[in-house]
T-cell receptor
Framework: DAGITQSPRHKVTETGTPVTLRCHQT?????MYWYRQDPGHGLRLIHY???????DKGEVSDGYSVSRSKTEDFLLTLESATSSQTSVYFC??????????????FGEGSRLTVL | KQEVTQIPAALSVPEGENLVLNCSFT??????LQWFRQDPGKGLTSLLL?????REQTSGRLNASLDKSSGRSTLYIAASQPGDSATYLC?????????????FGTGTLLAIQP
């Protein structure tokens, strides 16, 4: 299994509070991603990173920010959580070399509930 | 805009049967296609990755095919087992991008009856 750890795995918070989810990898992959998974929508890309301090927006980036100060860590922050951000958040890492170029590996997910 | 569709949304078959899951995409300009398995409450497990230049990939009882021109991929599962019960997702990486941004289908929920 790819070495990806997400924390926290479960969190309940109130509307308007800040929340930070952490993704830690031990694979030294260049690319890291944050997705959210919601019933009827599948997985949608929030933000991604292509290197330390290099990040870009995905299709559902409003209300989220990210940071990547080290290769192994990718943080997702909800500055002021809203009920619409209740979801399961998945971190993924991507290989960039060899026959498996482009293959993504996912973490176990972080379930966030915003009351 | 690339869209990925998986039909059926749910499938139930008796143990031992061979089965096919379908994935279609609207834009044939893809870099690769990946099949995943997701168990309830768990993350996604990569099953097979097919690069755009390939027609199929095999891993054990699983075989995935890719027909770019028609915008279709199939996942064939031979001799199904109850442990194969899960949601199966396909995802495409559009061509021309420098990163591995995937576009997902909404999955097929598979139940294998003992």
């Amino acid at each position: 299994d790819a070495g990806i750890t997400q924390s926290p795995r479960h969190k309940v918070t109130e509307t308007g509070t800040p929340v930070t989810l952490r993704c830690h990898q031990t694979e030294n992959h260049r690319y890291m991603y944050w997705y959210r998974q919601d019933p009827g929508h599948g997985l949608r890309l929030i933000h991604y990173s292509y290197g330390v301090k290099d990040t870009d927006k995905g299709e559902v980036s409003d209300g989220y920010s990210v940071s990547r100060s080290k290769t192994e860590d990718f943080l997702l922050t909800l500055e002021s959580a809203t009920s619409s951000q209740t979801s399961v958040y998945f971190c993924a890492i991507g290989s960039s070399a060899g026959a498996n170029t482009g293959e993504l590996f996912f973490g176990e997910g972080s379930r966030l509930t915003v009351l | 805009k690339q869209e990925v569709t998986q039909i059926p949304a749910a499938l139930s078959v008796p143990e031992g049967e061979n089965l096919v899951l379908n994935c279609s995409f609207t834009d044939s300009a893809i870099y690769n296609l990946q099949w995943f398995r997701q168990d309830p409450g768990k993350g996604l497990t990569s099953l097979l990755l097919i690069q755009s230049s390939q027609r199929e990939q095999t891993s054990g009882r699983l075989n995935a095919s890719l027909d770019k021109s028609s915008g279709r991929s199939t996942l064939y599962i031979a001799a199904s087992q109850p442990g194969d019960s899960a949601t199966y997702l396909c995802a495409v990486r559009p061509d021309g991008g420098a990163t591995n941004k995937l576009i997902f289908g909404t999955g097929t929920l598979l139940a294998i009856q003992p």
